[in-house]
């Protein structure tokens, strides 16, 4: 019996399902983060171990050899780290894409369409004819606009130049620089902080907007503008479906589903639905 993987690994989890060839999904299994630009080898670690677990859970523990695998992991945009994985896995056979190609076939199945994945980092993705373009992607150091860690990050910049005088002040930005024990404490906090530690501070972020905080508000607005020049830019003239993906799709979909309009989608499915399609398809 041919077996069929599909992995969707982010900067906040991995998971994995396995499949047979009728459509059938016979195990899940979950692990770690896996970003195999910026952690390798704990990516491919948590690859192994959350492929290990849907099999397990399928009750075919001794089958990783059978398995024909798409992976669609944050990273693979890197060519270098997309080969290194390939070789490094024990898998028949193995594709390791962007988590965006399979997160834009699990939204959209073979339509076209425009997809924005916002989570800890983001990326944006055409399908056209079945073809993907992808924008953005590029770490929140240099890129992932509207992403959760780029998101945590301006609003500790817009913080200090509020501490400044440089910007108006607010509850929320007044609270991030004191709950740091100042400038300098948020600074040394900053210097050493990750993705997933800018991303946490989302959750206030969100809630402080809806309760009329300005601050929170400008960082919300200026979110709003990266993804929406990036949809315009997929999309141009045409009339595509958009669907918003990832732990902060929900949030941006509503604010900006008057200028979506009726383009505005459900996803049809994820990107954990993609993979195991596209590992279908290899066969």
């Known amino acids: 019996m041919v077996l069929y993987l599909g992995v969707d690994g982010g900067g906040s989890g991995c998971r994995a399902v396995v499949g047979d060839a009728e459509g059938r999904v016979l195990g899940r299994g979950e692990a770690g983060p896996a970003n195999i630009w910026t952690a390798f080898e704990p990516a491919r670690a948590n690859v192994l171990a959350a492929s290990a677990a849907a099999l397990t859970d399928a009750g075919l ?39 965006v190609v399979t997160a834009v076939r699990g939204a959209l199945g073979a339509a076209d369409g425009v997809v924005a994945v916002l989570g800890t980092g983001s990326v944006f993705a055409s399908q ?18 509207a992403g959760g860690a780029w ?14 005088g440089l910007v108006a002040s607010s509850p929320l930005l007044a609270a991030v620089v004191d709950e740091a024990g100042g400038p300098a404490g948020l600074v040394a906090w900053g210097t050493g902080a ?13 809630e402080a907007a809806g309760m009329g905080d300005a601050g929170a508000e400008a960082v919300l607005a200026e979110a709003d503008g990266a993804i929406i020049a990036a ?11 958009i669907c918003f993906l990832g732990g902060l799709g929900p949030v941006f979909a509503a604010r900006l589903a008057e200028r979506c309009g009726p383009a505005l989608r459900a996803p049809l499915g994820t990107g954990l639905d993609g993979g195991l399609a596209r590992a279908r398809e290899m066969a």
């Open 151 to 164: 998101l945590g990050r301006r609003l500790c910049e817009l913080a200090l130049l509020a501490q400044d």
């Open 128 to 145: 056209r004819a079945g073809r993907v373009q992808v924008i953005g992607g590029w770490g929140f150091q240099l890129g992932d606009h």
């Open 194 to 206: 990750g993705a997933v530690d800018f991303a946490a501070q989302v959750p206030r972020l969100v």
């Open 231 to 241: 949809l315009d830019r997929l999309g141009g003239a045409d009339a595509l479906a």
């Open 61 to 99: 523990s001794d089958r990783a050899g059978d398995l024909h695998a798409v992976l669609g992991v944050a990273g693979a945009n890197m060519p270098a780290a997309a080969m290194r994985l390939q070789q490094e896995l024990p898998f028949a056979r193995i594709r390791v894409e962007s988590d």
